[in-house]
């Protein structure tokens, strides 16, 4: 078995999806490490958990069992537990590849290959589902009564920022972007503003940007460039990963594929941009490509080293640095 993705803490547990010929969830205790319960789902995967007072909400798809495998490798299934003992409260099932999930409200938000679901908190019991879905393995972002995300609409294979109505599913508004093949984009939103990474495609504004939207209107606030507000070359494309909001700051990562980084691009690095302005604060470059959003504790900043784009392989680093 392995650890596929990220632990959720609550109170005084720990919450780890486990991957296995059978998946689940793994409660643990953290001042221990000793194991409260492991829950199985039936499923060869499973999401990283989202809990919150009353539940631990997870995703789960693939092969029931191993001579049906064929067949059922597209079912899919969102489980909600107790989070004291395990049991299960919930199960809702779908002929889809579930991703990572939110929760918000009385709703919980299901990214899948058919498109975004919306099931009831309490009963999983589904309310809509949407022609759009987040990126894959990004969560969609639950602000008030919008849910909005970096994704693709399933119907026509266009990408962009889509925002929807949390009760309906209606589509509020939509900024078409089209984005380098693989590259990932995120996104994170606090009080009436949305920030989006995303890597633009070549010849049109290329490389890493950040940008800014009205959250009710989806108009354009300000776009940072990283080629342009760096002042470095046009970069062909890589990863950046998504923002993450500090106090009057926007974080974000960028790196280069191998390639470029051996060309000389230095835009490799973590990059500070005013809240309100899109103005580069500062930039902290590395030797090390990063891999994972930043976290901030305490007035450091903390990300994971990664492996480059384009296959060149990275050491397990974990970088620090100051938020002044």
Known sequence: AEFSDSPALAGDALFAPVQAPVAGILALLIETGEPLWYAPFGFTSVTAPVVDGERVYTAGWGARNGWDGQRSAASGAVIALDPRTGRERWRFLAPARFGALAVGGTGVYVPSDHGLYALDRATGQKRWQARFSPMLGEPPTVAGETIVFAGVEITSGKTGIFALDAASGALRWRVDLPAVTGARA???????????????????????????????????????????????????????????????????AVALPATAAKQGAALDGLYAVDLATGELRWRAASDAPIGSAPAVLDGTIFVMGGSRPGGEEAAGNLLAFSAQ
Not at 186 to 200: K, M, N, P, S
Not at 216 to 245: C, D, L, M, S, Y
Request: avoid cysteine; aromatic fraction near 10%.
């Open 186 to 252: 995120g996104l994170a939103a606090t009080g009436e503003t949305v920030y989006a990474t995303w890597w633009d495609v070549p010849g049109v504004a290329p490389g890493p940007a950040l940008r800014a939207y009205d959250l009710a209107n989806g108009k354009e606030r300000w776009a940072f460039h990283v080629a342009q507000g760096g002042g470095e070359a046009e970069a062909p494309g890589g990863a950046i990963t998504e923002p993450v909001i500090v106090d009057d700051l926007v974080l974000f």
